[in-house]
């Protein structure tokens, strides 16, 4: 499948670590994985462990430990990009970057029930694309339920444009960086 991507570079944003305090007046640091305050595989099983299922998404996070860890392991190899959000040593929020077969890379970001409404995902999210940037990542994709205006508002935000409608999701795009020749 061609996706289209927009000629203009989204961002720019701070990458990892930083530092910022959300709109419960809550101190997070945002740590690229792996370079967390605790052990993260141990902290985002047991984040995704308590998540609420009406914030679950085609399908993901999955449900039950096993599937979770199961998840995780394939989303934190070393072809795929991650950052946490953590607040003293909770993981508030976890975004990653997962490669796909032609050289983009799908975005999917999740936050903690009790942490949402804040400015966790924008701040998350900025984290994640200046990472990426910073790595060389060009071109980033993401699909979001049609209805869920509240995340079609962030993703517009912070620098992706609409590419296409299906019935239940919509696709949405980003440039991180400029196109190679």
Known sequence: MTRDYPDT?????EPPPRTFTDRADRELTIQ???EGPRDDLEALVEMYEGYDPEDRAQGIPPAGEERIRSWLDTITDDDCHNVVAWHDDWPAGHATLVPDRGG???????????YQNAGIGTQLIEGLLGHGHDIGI???WLTVERWNEPAISLYHKVGFERTGDGSFELEMT???VEEAE
């Open 32 to 34: 690229v994985y792996g």
């Open 104 to 114: 983009a890379y799908e975005l999917a970001i999740f936050v903690d029930s009790d």
């Open 138 to 140: 060009e071109r980033v």
């Open 9 to 13: 570079v989204a961002g720019p944003y």
């Open 174 to 176: 980003a440039r991180l």
